[in-house]
Each structure stands twice: as structure tokens, then as C-alpha cells.
């Protein structure tokens, strides 16, 4: 995607006009349905056009999709304001997570899955420049995850308090974090191609049910490593 500058107002309400497109051809046929072509047509300019504002078509369908994220994003402070502490707080942010892409799976997947080309990092940023309503007004320690797109870069950020709060440590973190993003990826991989039959909510409760026994283990696993290392 280009760069833009803020005073740019021509540029943005462009980029804007076939973010808009695509969001209605998903809103009305479905993400797999969204086309160059038809966003154009809609648009109201050329094929060729799209392409000085976006690298290809997946990038301008990640930025569609984006919008759809508007409910996850809002639901998200109250969700984990339920958690006692981080550990909790660190739990409930991924059922939320997770509840809401499998609703919606095909547009979690066109953000957090699939190939939109170079710099994937900054181009959820970019679109909360450009619709900032969307973010709404998150606390303010919930923004750098929520405006992250790579899952390995959410969950070291999210898992921030955790370490700091002494649940466990940096090294078990780190192997938990990669278990966690197989067990989410997997489940919504089965969802899109309809490998398995159940309701977004039996999805949730199936994923975090293996969540809370990967960190129930990586507590248990750091009080062992602890008591190890403690004299005798």
C-alpha cells in the first residue's frame, strides 16, 4: 500500500472509496467473492486505479475485513475486566479473540492468516488512521496489541503482564505462545473448510479448554523449576 499523509484529503478519500466497495461486496456476497473488478465497478473507476493505492487484492481485502473487527475490538476491554488478575485477564482476551473469529472466520483469516504481501505489521495501523471510530477509545495499555496483526507479536504483547506479575517465566512464555497460536490456527483452519460441525461458542469452548491447560502446566511447570532451584 502507499504511504499517505494526513493532509492529503483527495489521497485518503480515495483509499476510502474502495476499502468502502469491498467492505459492501463482503457485507453482501461474501469475502471469497471480492474482486478487482467489482470493487472498481462499484467504485466508480478502472481496474488499474486500485492498484496505485494497494499491492495487490488481498491487501485491499485485509483492510475490508478490518471493519468487521469493529465489534471485537469494542467488546474487548469489558471482556477481560471480568479477570482477578492477568493471568485471568490474559485468558479472557483470547476466548474473546477466539469467539469472535469463529464467527466470523474468513475475515480473521484474511487478517491474521493469509499472505497481504510486505510490512503486514503496520497496515492495521494504517487503517486506524483511516477510521479511527473503529478503534474506539480502548485503554490505553490495550492498544499496541490491538492494533498488531501478527498473532506471534499480539500474544508476546498480551502476555507482557503475565511475566511482569511472576505467573511464569519468559522462556516457558515463549513455547506457550507457539502452542497456543497452533491450537487457535488449527481450529479455525477446520472451521473454514468445514472439517468440523459445531457452533462458534463450541469452537471457543473447545480451544480454551486446551488454552487454560497450557497455562495451567506453565504455572505448574515454573512453581517445579522454582522449588528446584531453591536450596535446601
Given at each position: ?78 471482556y477481560i475486566d471480568q479477570g482477578d488478575n492477568e493471568l485471568e485477564q490474559l485468558i ?10 469463529f464467527r466470523k472466520p474468513k475475515i480473521y483469516y484474511a487478517i491474521f492468516a493469509d499472505d497481504i504481501g510486505g510490512r503486514p505489521g503496520t497496515l492495521i495501523k494504517n ?106
Amino acid at each position: 500500500m502507499i504511504e499517505f499523509d494526513q493532509k492529503d484529503i483527495k489521497k485518503i478519500r480515495t483509499i476510502k472509496v474502495f476499502i468502502d466497495a469491498a467492505s459492501q461486496i463482503i457485507e453482501e456476497e461474501g469475502i471469497e467473492n471480492v474482486t478487482i473488478r467489482k470493487v472498481a465497478k462499484i467504485a466508480g473507476y478502472n481496474s488499474a486505479t486500485i492498484y496505485n493505492y494497494f499491492d495487490n487484492c488481498n491487501q485491499l481485502i485485509f483492510f475490508a475485513a478490518t471493519k468487521f473487527l469493529k465489534d471485537y475490538v469494542q467488546a474487548m476491554p469489558d471482556y477481560i475486566d471480568q479477570g482477578d488478575n492477568e493471568l485471568e485477564q490474559l485468558i479472557l482476551m483470547w476466548e474473546c479473540f477466539c469467539l469472535h473469529s469463529f464467527r466470523k472466520p474468513k475475515i480473521y483469516y484474511a487478517i491474521f492468516a493469509d499472505d497481504i504481501g510486505g510490512r503486514p505489521g503496520t497496515l492495521i495501523k494504517n487503517y486506524y488512521q483511516l477510521f479511527p471510530e473503529d478503534l474506539g477509545s480502548p485503554p490505553e495499555e490495550l492498544i499496541p496489541m490491538l492494533v498488531e496483526t501478527r498473532l506471534s507479536r499480539r500474544t508476546s504483547i498480551s502476555m507482557k503482564p503475565v511475566l511482569e506479575a511472576g505467573f511464569f517465566s519468559k522462556e516457558i512464555a515463549s513455547e506457550i505462545d507457539e502452542e497456543i497460536r497452533l491450537v487457535y490456527h488449527g481450529m479455525l483452519s477446520l472451521i473454514i473448510n468445514k472439517r468440523i460441525d459445531c457452533e462458534p461458542e463450541e469452537a471457543t469452548a473447545k480451544v480454551m479448554n486446551h488454552i487454560r491447560r497450557i497455562f495451567a502446566y506453565a504455572v505448574e511447570q515454573d512453581n517445579k523449576d522454582n522449588l528446584e532451584k531453591t536450596p535446601v
